[in-house]
């Protein structure tokens, strides 16, 4: 096979699952490790993929989101790194936090997860988060109101009203994208109050992105990336990526693959 049609067979790959990795590349085209790092690289350079650190996903405008109605408890999908950043998140907690857990799908997979052994007041915007630790003994729950939109969230001046009379231990964000330069950003003007009270109210801010929101810009920047103190991503995220961060002065935590076993192998 030739090398332009190696490079066409890899795009189709990432087209089908929305990543690759290296070690996939070799087996299916019978290549050697510095091949298909090449292959990434001229890839990469004629802006057709993004390199991770082991393998490639597409290099994409930020989506839109999911469609409306549909919420994180309705997505049958649970996605590997998602839950490994969320599991680790929960590990950052202590008895007697008042946490803000986003609306997103790794605040949802925070709130199924949530310790039991510890004494929590959780913040959200979120009423299916709400709901999920309704029943929870150890958990009391200030739910942020306003007008609703469909999916159950709210982000308008009630909401956050209510939050610049809280103070948070730890908030936990996440948004569209996050990239060293432009920020963190999402894809709507309207929230961007909800997300300077958030950020204001909170005396840690610990950014959760996966590396399919790394490196990239949506259209709205919140805010600069240092604004966190903390940001949490996983195993596949491009070193280049994580030492713009790291220069920036924010705490950066990479979770293993090994960590997510560990702990599916303890609750099994």
Known sequence: MFMEERHRAILDLLGENGSVSVGEIQKKFGVGYE???????????????????GGAIPLRQIASGKPPKVTER????????????????LSMLE??????????TVGYFM??????????????????????????????????????DQKGHCYD????????????????????????DFGLSIQRTGAIDFWGALI???????GLYPTEKIGFDSVVSICPAEKLDVLVTDWEAAEKDLKAFDEKGIQVVVVERTEVTEKAEKEA
């Not at 204001?200 to 610990?206: C, D, E, P, T």
């Open 111 to 148: 709130a199924q997860k949530l310790p039991e052994n510890l004494k929590l007041r959780v913040v959200t915007n979120s009423i299916v988060i709400a709901e999920e630790l309704r029943k929870r003994d150890n958990v009391s729950v200030i739910i942020l109101g306003g007008e609703m």
């Open 200 to 206: 204001g109210s909170a005396k840690q801010v610990i």
């Open 35 to 53: 091949t298909v790092k090449r292959d990434l690289r001229i890839l990469e350079e004629s802006g057709l993929l993004k390199r991770t650190h």
């Open 74 to 89: 309705d997505l049958m999908e649970i996605k590997e790194n998602y839950m490994a950043i969320a599991i680790y998140a």
């Open 95 to 104: 008895n007697n936090d008042v946490i803000y857990l986003p609306s997103a």
């Open 157 to 180: 001046a009630i909401a956050i009203e209510t939050i610049r009379r809280l103070r948070f231990d730890k908030c936990f964000l996440t948004s569209a994208a996050i990239s060293a």
